[in-house]
């Protein structure tokens, strides 16, 4: 049996890494690198007319490249998580253009497939209902599988927003506990001062009666004194 184009060979998700190379770096190239064997073998496919068994193994690589390629940017997916917040946002654009990649490749290969399936290229033994019906399930498949994508997506997210406003909610608990700790502050001393008040106040009482009792006993004094000085 003749071999398919380079490029149809086995390939690892995950290589071995050079001491100078990060994970993510790691990931990064390997994933170039399966795009680019994915685009080689979508463009093979018209090179298969006259043997629908090659075109059909060729169909079934290129399917098995495209899952790796998805586990790749799923594990990219969890180390950018482990990523310092100002990290995080650059990878993340990265992944995010990895992930559009991705999504024109399937386009693509679904596209190239279907013109296929409908000249007979890859099974000529079926009708034309159903290679139409293959072809509707293909794409209601690619449909669900767009979705998941999507709804994954949004699941992570989800889960950024709900760790900032976590983190949000941690710093205006310790703001609103410390407006607290100031308020009992404030209140002890408006009670130290309200006793200060009350004390001078007394104080001021009792000196005023002290003060009248002395003019009495002066004026009593002076009555006296006159009372006798006249006599």
Avoid: W
Avoid at 51 to 80: C, F, T, W, Y
Avoid at 92 to 112: H, I, P, V
Avoid at 175 to 196: E, V, Y
């Amino acid at each position: 049996r003749d071999r398919l184009p380079s490029g149809h060979a086995a390939r690892a998700v995950c290589t071995p890494l050079q001491s100078n190379m990060s994970i993510l770096d790691a990931y990064e190239t390997e994933v170039q690198t399966l795009f680019g064997d994915i685009r080689n073998n979508i463009s093979t496919f018209s090179t298969y007319e006259a043997d629908p068994e090659k075109g059909s193994s060729l169909v079934r690589h290129v399917e098995a490249l495209l899952v790796q390629a998805s586990d790749l940017l799923k594990q990219m997916e969890i180390e950018v998580r482990s990523q310092d917040t100002s990290t995080r946002a650059i990878s993340n654009q990265k992944l995010t253009t990895y992930k559009e990649t991705l999504k024109g490749l399937r386009a693509d290969f679904a596209r190239s497939k279907d013109a296929s399936e409908r000249h007979g290229l890859f099974d000529g033994t079926q009708s034309g209902t159903q290679r139409q019906r293959l072809l509707d399930a293909n794409q209601k498949l690619e449909q669900h599988n767009d979705l998941i994508a999507g709804a994954k997506r949004t699941v992570a997210e989800t889960e950024d927003v709900a760790m900032e406003i976590t983190q949000e909610l941690a710093r205006n608990r310790e703001k609103i506990q410390s407006a607290r700790d100031k308020t009992r502050d404030f209140m002890g001393m408006t009670d130290n001062a309200r006793r200060l008040i009350q004390s001078m106040s007394r104080r001021e009482v009792q000196q005023k009666i002290i003060l009248g009792f002395v003019a009495l006993v002066l004026l009593t004094a002076i009555g006296v004194a006159i009372y006798y000085s006249l006599g």
